[in-house]
């Protein structure tokens, strides 16, 4: 049963931090390159962040580059988003996703569509 488990959600003023966890299970974790998306009410959902499975590579939306970074911990079968000088904009549900691995090919992990599993996401919620 493949799962992913958000948490570290919640409330924060503008300028304040959050760490967000993505917990994995049920597919081989190492071999999966992870994204963070989010989804604001009435908006379309949009990426954030991604770490290749390897964790060599990493990418950002424009929006969030300098002050969000994602990382990964393999042992833990665990994906992070530390988000850094948070602004209103930034509120939304924030979604982590996964794609496994399957040869030596090309991934674009900014879109949407190349993720086969998804968490039911964690609430962040910035005041100005």
């Known amino acids: 049963q493949v799962q992913l488990v958000e948490s570290g959600g919640g409330l924060v003023q503008a300028g304040g931090s959050l760490r967000l966890s993505c917990a994995a299970s049920g597919f081989t974790f190492s071999s999966t390159a992870m994204g963070w998306f989010r989804q604001a009410p009435g908006k379309e959902r949009e990426f954030v962040a991604a770490?290749?499975?390897?964790?060599?590579?990493?990418y950002y939306a424009g929006s969030v580059k300098g002050r969000f970074t994602i990382s990964r911990d393999n042992a833990k079968n665990t994906v992070y988003l530390q988000l850094n000088s948070l602004k209103p904009e930034d509120t939304a549900v924030y979604l982590c996703?996964?794609?496994?691995?399957?040869?030596?090919?090309?991934?674009?992990?900014?879109?949407?569509?190349?993720?086969?599993?998804w968490g039911q996401g964690t609430q962040v919620t910035v005041s100005s």
């Open positions: 770490i290749s499975w390897r964790g060599v590579s990493t």
């Open positions: 996703a996964a794609r496994p691995r399957r040869g030596s090919v090309v991934v674009d992990l900014t879109a949407r569509y190349e993720y086969d599993y």
